[in-house]
């Protein structure tokens, strides 16, 4: 089909003129009422079947077409007095002020006014650019102005009254100016004035602003619904036109029958507030019009605002077919590449392909197999653009026979289409990555654990959309540009922000610890999951063959491999080791072999820059990198299985000696505590540069109590058994911290409310348990309790108070950091860099000449340096500088 | 009391302005392939322009220090 095409050049916007009002209506309504009894619509009425038709059963009166055809058409108000249009309040207020009320002229000096338009006229170009500037400017200047430069009148001074009414402020006291002198006013100004205003006269002359007729919208626009009862309910803008017709031919009536001022003024003010929240229903300053029902009214520029809006909800947010959406649920089997789609799904998203020689035979089995049966196809489409649905076809067979080239088949999607995965709110790009598919039964998404970062997704219900690309280019595109292993290295810092989480760490943790040794058969379990089939040699022989967990990893590191760093469990001890590392965090990779150091956080988890698996992503490239994640992780995770993992209540256990040690600390910090507070009522206490003394030692408190937390945490870490789970977990990084180890086993600590120590609730104190003014440790939220002991009920009410605050800022901090997401790509969104490394704006204004002030991409920097001059060394000179 | 006047060019936050001659703009416009106005603007009211006596239409060259590229340049054309 042939569509005739047209280039939009220039889209103007301005106000329309009476005249053309009257010009584009079909005719004047006059009566406030829709409906004759019978059921018929009035013909002078708001919905008119000369306004066009919303009734199957009716013709448009104007055009004579149906229900899909005839597009409406406007009708007008005649309005009996004129009318402020709240859209254009403030440029009337501008205008007024700026404008002489006796002569209309601008009231600036003739040689002011010459030389502007002398510069719109001789340079347009500049003038364009710089329009908006020299407007405010003018405008601010004459407002300023107490007389007319023209003819000498003294100006009055206006006053606005939000929203619609006017005053001047004369010596005898104020005086309404009513729309009619606004008007007329308006009138005055000389197009050459309006121009140097930065208005265009022949679009928007400004008496124009100033509504003498008002335009009827089309009945399509407002259409109204029929309810089961069969009653009719109109929609909300028929509402409003129709209290805007009873009212002004009320006023009409008045102003005929030469009813006295006051009433007049009064009908007139309502006609103004009618056609306000005819508008705009949301004005300040008035009450919004309601419905019978007291729900208020949706008026014109309800329908366009915010996100429920025209603009946000119906132009810009799209809606798209080929798509799928369903809770998600993790398999480790699969690639990282891969998503597994349910084949409830696969037979419903399908991929057009087009009939050749070489598949001829393939699709016509799938057409015989037909909609409901899984790899099938649910359409065939013609050259000729008709489509046959395969659900409603009889004999698929004889389809099938007459399929010929250049025929299009949708089939069912099958393993190995390319398929978008998202999950909301997609803050960056890794929120939407090209997966393959891979179809699955039962119900819901699978994905690789090791994608979970990127798309911060977990299994606690959460729900992920799925859209299949159907063009060739798309699916090339999402192929090459979006594939999950494309996205492994973050554009924010470098690092892969696809790697390993909880269990994932702990296995390649456990599986290098020192002691582990490895049976034949559990080598080869683990080392056929990654499909690794170098064997490595036994390190020991006897009694027993017997490999060691480093062994292992090894022979999944590719070769060629070099590499240091320290590991998640380095202590951090003044003077390091290496090599000796008491607790083998030294990490030495040589030639792909694991030489020392335990695999943990640092090296195999996600969004850790410098870490192994960022070293092997980029010495050996994506493939080697995604070959990484798909099978070395499977046999770290398999691991824990081997291994077993659980924790107990024993592993925050500290023997009895160590607790009562715990508690005379505590008890010694609190004496500190109490130290300060006398310090402090004697005046002895030294003042803090920039604080107050009261702060001061609310500092000094702070810091000696977490001193001792620290303290005393440090040597609960010492005490817990070796064999600890929690421990592990903890110095492994797979999950929890040391810092929640302390507070299970030891002690939980200071409570905060706002960063300070608890005090609110009542007077001077937190709790009626405590003296009114006490600064003590236990009355302002200390925590002297672990979670394993269990807490007191006071000390269990100061740390739901601190956990609400976390709770409540995370709530609010979602929120705010959203709003200012979406202005910000709002402002950004057209920004890129030219071929020239420049960036420019979507109209080629330059921001930057060179992309970051260096043009280095970030993904494939080293900490946003294009170099890291260290690295390069170490590996030049190889398993040499180790030694 | 210190008589000399200070002038702002001399602080160590405001970065090195240079006035470009004839010949420099011609050749940076064409190498950027853009109008002046393309650039971003700077006012000759700035303190600085007034300074160093930029007029309207000229371009201004800013050399300054940067987390990323250690010295970075940029340019301003100037504006009324």
Same mark, same amino acid.
């Given at each position: 089909?042939?569509?005739?095409?047209?280039?939009?050049?220039?889209?103007?916007?301005?106000?329309?003129?009476?005249?053309?009002?009257?010009?584009?209506?079909?005719?004047?309504?006059?009566?406030?009422?829709?409906?004759?009894?019978?059921?018929?619509?009035?013909?002078?009425?708001?919905?008119?079947?000369?306004?066009?038709?919303?009734?199957?059963?009716?013709?448009?009166?104007?055009?004579?077409?149906?229900?899909?055809?005839?597009?409406?058409?406007?009708?007008?108000?005649?309005?009996?007095?004129?009318?402020?249009?709240?859209?254009?309040?403030?440029?009337?207020?501008?205008?007024?002020?700026?404008?002489?009320?006796?002569?209309?002229?601008?009231?600036?000096?003739?040689?002011?006014?010459?030389?502007?338009?002398?510069?719109?006229?001789?340079?347009?170009?500049?003038?364009?650019?710089?329009?908006?500037?020299?407007?405010?400017?003018?405008?601010?200047?004459?407002?300023?102005?107490?007389?007319?430069?023209?003819?000498?009148?003294?100006?009055?001074?206006?006053?606005?009254?939000?929203?619609?009414?006017?005053?001047?402020?004369?010596?005898?006291?104020?005086?309404?100016?009513?729309?009619?002198?606004?008007?007329?006013?308006?009138?005055?100004?000389?197009?050459?004035?309006?121009?140097?205003?930065?208005?265009?006269?022949?679009?928007?002359?400004?008496?124009?602003?100033?509504?003498?007729?008002?335009?009827?919208?089309?009945?399509?626009?407002?259409?109204?619904?029929?309810?089961?009862?069969?009653?009719?309910?109109?929609?909300?803008?028929?509402?409003?036109?129709?209290?805007?017709?009873?009212?002004?031919?009320?006023?009409?009536?008045?102003?005929?029958?030469?009813?006295?001022?006051?009433?007049?003024?009064?009908?007139?003010?309502?006609?103004?507030?009618?056609?306000?929240?005819?508008?705009?229903?949301?004005?300040?300053?008035?009450?919004?019009?309601?419905?019978?029902?007291?729900?208020?009214?949706?008026?014109?520029?309800?329908?366009?605002?915010?996100?429920?809006?025209?603009?946000?909800?119906?132009?810009?947010?799209?809606?798209?077919?080929?798509?799928?959406?369903?809770?998600?649920?993790?398999?480790?089997?699969?690639?990282?590449?891969?998503?597994?789609?349910?084949?409830?799904?696969?037979?419903?998203?399908?991929?057009?392909?087009?009939?050749?020689?070489?598949?001829?035979?393939?699709?016509?089995?799938?057409?015989?197999?037909?909609?409901?049966?899984?790899?099938?196809?649910?359409?065939?489409?013609?050259?000729?653009?008709?489509?046959?649905?395969?659900?409603?076809?009889?004999?698929?067979?004889?389809?099938?026979?007459?399929?010929?080239?250049?025929?299009?088949?949708?089939?069912?999607?099958?393993?190995?289409?390319?398929?978008?995965?998202?999950?909301?709110?997609?803050?960056?790009?890794?929120?939407?990555?090209?997966?393959?598919?891979?179809?699955?039964?039962?119900?819901?998404?699978?994905?690789?654990?090791?994608?979970?970062?990127?798309?911060?997704?977990?299994?606690?219900?959460?729900?992920?959309?799925?859209?299949?690309?159907?063009?060739?280019?798309?699916?090339?595109?999402?192929?090459?540009?979006?594939?999950?292993?494309?996205?492994?290295?973050?554009?924010?810092?470098?690092?892969?922000?696809?790697?390993?989480?909880?269990?994932?760490?702990?296995?390649?943790?456990?599986?290098?610890?020192?002691?582990?040794?490895?049976?034949?058969?559990?080598?080869?379990?683990?080392?056929?999951?990654?499909?690794?089939?170098?064997?490595?040699?036994?390190?020991?022989?006897?009694?027993?063959?017997?490999?060691?967990?480093?062994?292992?990893?090894?022979?999944?590191?590719?070769?060629?491999?070099?590499?240091?760093?320290?590991?998640?469990?380095?202590?951090?001890?003044?003077?390091?080791?290496?090599?000796?590392?008491?607790?083998?965090?030294?990490?030495?990779?040589?030639?792909?072999?694991?030489?020392?150091?335990?695999?943990?956080?640092?090296?195999?988890?996600?969004?850790?820059?410098?870490?192994?698996?960022?070293?092997?992503?980029?010495?050996?490239?994506?493939?080697?990198?995604?070959?990484?994640?798909?099978?070395?992780?499977?046999?770290?995770?398999?691991?824990?299985?081997?291994?077993?993992?659980?924790?107990?209540?024993?592993?925050?256990?500290?023997?009895?000696?160590?607790?009562?040690?715990?508690?005379?600390?505590?008890?010694?910090?609190?004496?500190?505590?109490?130290?300060?507070?006398?310090?402090?009522?004697?005046?002895?206490?030294?003042?803090?540069?920039?604080?107050?003394?009261?702060?001061?030692?609310?500092?000094?408190?702070?810091?000696?109590?977490?001193?001792?937390?620290?303290?005393?945490?440090?040597?609960?870490?010492?005490?817990?058994?070796?064999?600890?789970?929690?421990?592990?977990?903890?110095?492994?990084?797979?999950?929890?911290?040391?810092?929640?180890?302390?507070?299970?086993?030891?002690?939980?600590?200071?409570?905060?409310?706002?960063?300070?120590?608890?005090?609110?609730?009542?007077?001077?104190?937190?709790?009626?348990?405590?003296?009114?003014?006490?600064?003590?440790?236990?009355?302002?939220?200390?925590?002297?309790?672990?979670?394993?002991?269990?807490?007191?009920?006071?000390?269990?009410?100061?740390?739901?108070?601190?956990?609400?605050?976390?709770?409540?800022?995370?709530?609010?901090?979602?929120?705010?950091?959203?709003?200012?997401?979406?202005?910000?790509?709002?402002?950004?969104?057209?920004?890129?860099?030219?071929?020239?490394?420049?960036?420019?704006?979507?109209?080629?204004?330059?921001?930057?000449?060179?992309?970051?002030?260096?043009?280095?991409?970030?993904?494939?920097?080293?900490?946003?340096?294009?170099?890291?001059?260290?690295?390069?060394?170490?590996?030049?000179?190889?398993?040499?500088?180790?030694? | 009391?210190?008589?000399?006047?200070?002038?702002?060019?001399?602080?160590? !936050?405001?970065?090195?302005?240079? !006035?470009?001659?004839?010949?420099?703009?011609?050749?940076?416009?064409?190498? !950027?392939?853009?109008?002046?106005?393309?650039?971003?603007?700077?006012?000759?009211?700035?303190?600085?322009?007034? !300074?160093?006596?930029?007029?309207?239409?000229?371009?201004?060259?800013?050399?300054?220090?940067?987390?990323?590229?250690?010295?970075?340049?940029?340019?301003?054309?100037?504006?009324?």
């Amino acid at each position: 089909m042939l569509i005739p095409q047209k280039k939009v050049k220039a889209i103007s916007f301005g106000l329309l003129s009476p005249d053309v009002i009257r010009k584009i209506s079909v005719g004047s309504i006059i009566t406030p009422d829709t409906y004759e009894e019978d059921g018929t619509p009035i013909d002078t009425g708001p919905m008119s079947l000369r306004l066009g038709t919303i009734d199957p059963t009716q013709k448009c009166k104007t055009c004579g077409n149906r229900v899909g055809q005839c597009p409406g058409h406007f009708g007008h108000i005649e309005l009996a007095k004129p009318v402020i249009h709240v859209g254009f309040v403030k440029i009337i207020y501008q205008l007024l002020q700026a404008t002489c009320c006796k002569c209309g002229r601008l009231l600036l000096p003739q040689k002011e006014i010459d030389k502007i338009r002398r510069l719109m006229k001789e340079r347009p170009r500049i003038w364009a650019i710089i329009k908006s500037k020299v407007v405010t400017k003018v405008l601010k200047k004459a407002m300023k102005a107490m007389e007319c430069p023209h003819c000498g009148e003294k100006q009055i001074k206006v006053r606005l009254e939000r929203p619609t009414t006017f005053y001047e402020r004369t010596k005898s006291g104020e005086r309404r100016i009513t729309p009619d002198i606004v008007r007329a006013r308006l009138e005055k100004i000389p197009d050459e004035d309006y121009e140097v205003m930065g208005f265009n006269p022949k679009t928007s002359r400004p008496e124009w602003m100033v509504l003498t007729v008002l335009l009827v919208p089309p009945v399509t626009v407002r259409p109204s619904i029929t309810l089961e009862s069969g009653l009719r309910s109109e929609d909300d803008l028929t509402h409003k036109i129709v209290d805007i017709i009873r009212i002004n031919e009320r006023l009409k009536e008045q102003i005929d029958m030469g009813a006295p001022m006051a009433i007049i003024e009064e009908l007139w003010d309502l006609l103004q507030y009618h056609v306000t929240t005819y508008f705009d229903n949301e004005v300040s300053g008035i009450p919004p019009a309601r419905h019978r029902s007291g729900r208020v009214l949706r008026t014109l520029a309800q329908r366009l605002k915010g996100k429920e809006g025209r603009f946000r909800s119906s132009l810009s947010g799209k809606r798209v077919d080929f798509s799928a959406r369903t809770v998600i649920s993790p398999d480790p089997n699969l690639s990282i590449n891969e998503v597994g789609v349910p084949i409830e799904i696969a037979k419903i998203l399908t991929v057009p392909e087009k009939v050749t020689p070489w598949n001829i035979d393939e699709l016509r089995e799938l057409i015989i197999r037909g909609p409901y049966e899984y790899p099938g196809a649910n359409y065939i489409v013609r050259p000729d653009g008709r489509r046959i649905d395969l659900r409603y076809v009889k004999d698929r067979k004889a389809v099938a026979e007459t399929l010929t080239f250049g025929y299009i088949v949708e089939r069912h999607v099958r393993n190995g289409d390319i398929a978008l995965f998202n999950r909301q709110p997609s803050l960056h790009r890794m929120s939407i990555m090209a997966h393959k598919v891979k179809v699955l039964p039962y119900k819901t998404f699978r994905l690789n654990l090791c994608v979970c970062p990127p798309y911060n997704a977990d299994f606690d219900g959460d729900e992920m959309n799925l859209h299949i690309p159907q063009s060739e280019e798309a699916r090339a595109e999402a192929m090459t540009l979006m594939l999950v292993e494309q996205q492994i290295l973050s554009p924010r810092y470098g690092g892969p922000i696809i790697g390993g989480t909880q269990d994932y760490i702990l296995g390649a943790y456990l599986l290098s610890q020192k002691n582990t040794l490895l049976t034949k058969e559990e080598v080869q379990r683990l080392l056929f999951l990654a499909d690794v089939a170098d064997f490595p040699e036994p390190a020991i022989l006897k009694p027993k063959r017997l490999w060691t967990g480093k062994q292992v990893i090894s022979a999944l590191l590719p070769k060629g491999l070099n590499y240091t760093l320290r590991a998640s469990a380095c202590r951090k001890c003044g003077e390091c080791k290496k090599f000796e590392c008491p607790y083998d965090a030294y990490v030495v990779v040589a030639n792909g072999e694991l030489v020392a150091g335990v695999i943990d956080k640092k090296s195999i988890g996600a969004g850790e820059p410098e870490s192994l698996l960022h070293r092997i992503i980029k010495d050996f490239g994506i493939n080697v990198g995604s070959w990484f994640l798909d099978h070395a992780f499977k046999v770290f995770l398999n691991y824990t299985f081997l291994h077993g993992f659980t924790m107990n209540l024993d592993d925050v256990l500290l023997p009895l000696e160590v607790l009562q040690e715990i508690q005379k600390r505590l008890r010694e910090a609190e004496a500190k505590v109490w130290e300060l507070i006398e310090k402090y009522k004697r005046g002895e206490l030294e003042q803090m540069p920039g604080k107050t003394l009261e702060e001061t030692l609310e500092t000094l408190i702070h810091e000696v109590l977490s001193n001792a937390r620290d303290n005393v945490g440090k040597m609960a870490a010492n005490y817990l058994k070796a064999s600890s789970q929690a421990l592990m977990m903890a110095r492994s990084g797979s999950r929890g911290s040391m810092l929640n180890l302390t507070q299970m086993a030891a002690t939980v600590g200071q409570q905060t409310v706002r960063g300070e120590r608890i005090l609110r609730g009542y007077f001077e104190r937190a709790l009626p348990h405590f003296k009114k003014g006490d600064l003590g440790a236990a009355a302002r939220g200390f925590v002297y309790s672990s979670f394993k002991r269990g807490l007191t009920p006071i000390e269990f009410f100061f740390h739901a108070m601190g956990g609400r605050e976390g709770l409540v800022d995370t709530a609010v901090r979602t929120s705010q950091s959203g709003y200012m997401q979406r202005r910000l790509i709002n402002a950004l969104q057209d920004l890129h860099v030219e071929y020239d490394g420049t960036v420019r704006t979507a109209d080629n204004r330059i921001v930057q000449l060179n992309y970051g002030e260096d043009g280095v991409d970030p993904s494939k920097s080293d900490h946003g340096k294009a170099v890291n001059i260290d690295k390069t060394i170490e590996k030049v000179l190889g398993v040499a500088a180790l030694k | 009391m210190l008589k000399k006047k200070f002038t702002i060019l001399d602080h160590e !936050l405001v970065p090195k302005h240079i !006035l470009l001659t004839k010949e420099e703009k011609k050749q940076l416009l064409e190498q !950027l392939k853009i109008r002046p106005e393309q650039l971003p603007w700077i006012r000759a009211s700035d303190p600085v322009a007034k !300074l160093i006596g930029a007029k309207p239409g000229d371009i201004v060259k800013i050399v300054r220090k940067s987390p990323t590229a250690g010295e970075a340049i940029a340019y301003r054309f100037v504006v009324p």
